[in-house]
T-cell receptor, first 113, second 112 residues
């Protein structure tokens, strides 16, 4: 079936370096994408979103890139901090009624001091 | 501001016992409501979603059911729990189309 998947299950980076988390999606009808951050034992928190009519969106220390040609989504975190350690999920809206989000399997980001 | 409440935070239940998890949203009207399940170290699986009172759609066949008796109340239930029902259950809400969903803090259910 159609799904959102991730390339790397675990990413380890040095504090202060930039992090890049990747996501592949297969539903060409998806028109809205979100990155969530989930800390241990908590619910996912919204980080940043992007619509299909855009290819880049920036937030505070984070940038999301969307490549619709190859159905690829990435999250870039600048100057990664220990507090960024968490599991990151990409999610897509399948473009149908009810605003349903389909989530990928997640990438664990570990920040080394 | 909008808030979402989900309880209990943790729950240990024997196999064959019933289940009732409750989720309420404050500060918004006519939200879309969702129940997700997350197995340990895995992604989120959508179980149920609701666009209005009494309107429930199920994404996967399973041992669970959902109900929405009030606009901002969403309940996840089971008549008889299975070991495979163990997991982290998350309630979420959203408003409108192509908007982010906001999650509760989750309920960790362990069926023993």
């Amino acid at each position: 079936g159609e799904s959102v998947g991730l390339h790397l299950p675990t990413l380890s980076v040095q504090e202060g370096d930039n992090s890049i988390i990747n996501c592949a999606y297969s539903n060409s009808a998806s028109d809205y994408f979100i990155w969530y951050k989930q800390e241990s034992g908590k619910g996912p928190q919204f980080i940043i979103d992007i619509r299909s009519n855009m290819d880049k969106r920036q937030g505070q220390r984070v940038t999301v890139l969307l490549n619709k040609t190859v159905k690829h989504l990435s999250l870039q975190i600048a100057a990664t901090q220990p507090g960024d350690s968490a599991v990151y999920f990409c999610a897509e809206n399948r473009g149908n009624a009810g605003n349903m989000l389909t989530f990928g399997g997640g990438t664990r980001l570990m920040v080394k001091p | 501001s909008q808030t979402i409440h989900q309880w209990p935070a943790t729950l240990v239940q024997p196999v064959g016992s019933p289940l009732s998890l409750e989720c309420t949203v404050e500060g918004t009207s006519n939200p879309n409501l969702y129940w997700y399940r997350q197995a340990a170290g895995r992604g989120l699986q959508l179980l149920f979603y609701s666009v209005g009172i009494g309107q429930i759609s199920s994404e996967v066949p399973q041992n669970l059911s959902a109900s929405r008796p009030q606009d901002r109340q969403f309940i996840l239930s089971s008549k008889k729990l299975l070991l495979s029902d163990s997991g982290f259950y998350l309630c979420a809400w959203s408003v409108g189309w192509n908007t982010e969903a906001f999650f509760g803090q989750g309920t960790r259910l362990t069926v023993v």
